[in-house]
T-cell receptor, first 108, second 114 residues
Framework: GQSLEQPSEVTAVEGAIVQINCTYQ??????LSWYQQHDGGAPTFLSY????GLEETGRFSSFLSRSDSYGYLLLQELQMKDSASYFC?????????FGPGTRLSVLP | KAGVTQTPRYLIKTRGQQVTLSCSPI?????VSWYQQTPGQGLQFLFE???????NKGNFPGRFSGRQFSNSRSEMNVSTLELGDSALYLC?????????????FGPGTRLTVT
């Protein structure tokens, strides 16, 4: 079946840059989304990559390499409010498969 | 534009009972998906509806069912509740833009089964 893998947790300091990686299975794959979820909150959409390359949205960028079945979310100029869980999600037609989530802790 | 709304926000049921959860998508969104989120299993896809038709279904038992109405509002039902059904149930609506899926999640319904 389809599954995605990402690190369980990442720690970084305020102002730093952090990269959260995600690998996915290629069968039926259309694109990769990223979501942020704060404790007690709902996931919020960050970005979507259907084509290879980098998509930039403010401090957040997302990258996809179809040949490597790999993508990443890059967070720059980290702020305390970025402490949250980040999920990659593979778009397999009308079915979204979420990764297990990466818990990002931003330290002062 | 109003966001995705889900009712109720919290629910406590006992084993064997059934429950119905409701989701109202963002105006204009015709696709509604349901997810179960638990600490152990993460976010798991339940099913997706588009124009009142179930387009896709995840790997959940038949006790989990859903439907979508003509106004795109959706309900999911869980019958014969089990302790393991305790979870956050999230609804997400989508605006399909030429191959680009962007899901907007509601706040969820926290279901506790005792």
């Amino acid at each position: 079946g389809q599954s995605l893998e990402q690190p369980s947790e990442v720690t970084a300091v305020e102002g730093a840059i952090v990269q959260i990686n995600c690998t996915y299975q290629t069968s039926g794959f259309y694109g990769l989304s990223w979501y942020q979820q704060h404790d007690g909150g709902a996931p919020t959409f960050l970005s979507y990559n259907a084509l290879d390359g980098l998509e930039e949205t403010g401090r957040f960028s997302s990258f996809l390499s179809r040949s490597d079945s790999y993508g990443y979310l890059l967070l720059q100029e980290l702020q305390m409010k970025d402490s949250a869980s980040y999920f990659c999600a593979g778009n397999y037609g009308q079915n979204f498969v979420f990764g297990p989530g990466t818990r990002l802790s931003v330290l002062p | 534009k109003a966001g995705v709304t889900q009712t109720p926000r919290y629910l406590i049921k006992t084993r064997g009972q059934q429950v119905t959860l409701s989701c109202s998508p963002i105006s204009g969104h015709r696709s509604v998906s349901w997810y179960q989120q638990t600490p152990g299993q993460g976010l798991q896809f339940l099913f997706e509806y588009f124009s009142e038709t179930q387009r896709n279904k995840g790997n959940f038992p038949g006790r989990f069912s859903g439907r979508q109405f003509s106004n795109s509002r959706s309900e999911m039902n869980v019958s014969t509740l089990e302790l393991g059904d305790s979870a956050l149930y999230l609804c997400a609506s989508s605006l399909e833009l030429a191959g680009h899926y962007e899901q907007y999640f509601g706040p969820g319904t926290r279901l506790t089964v005792t």
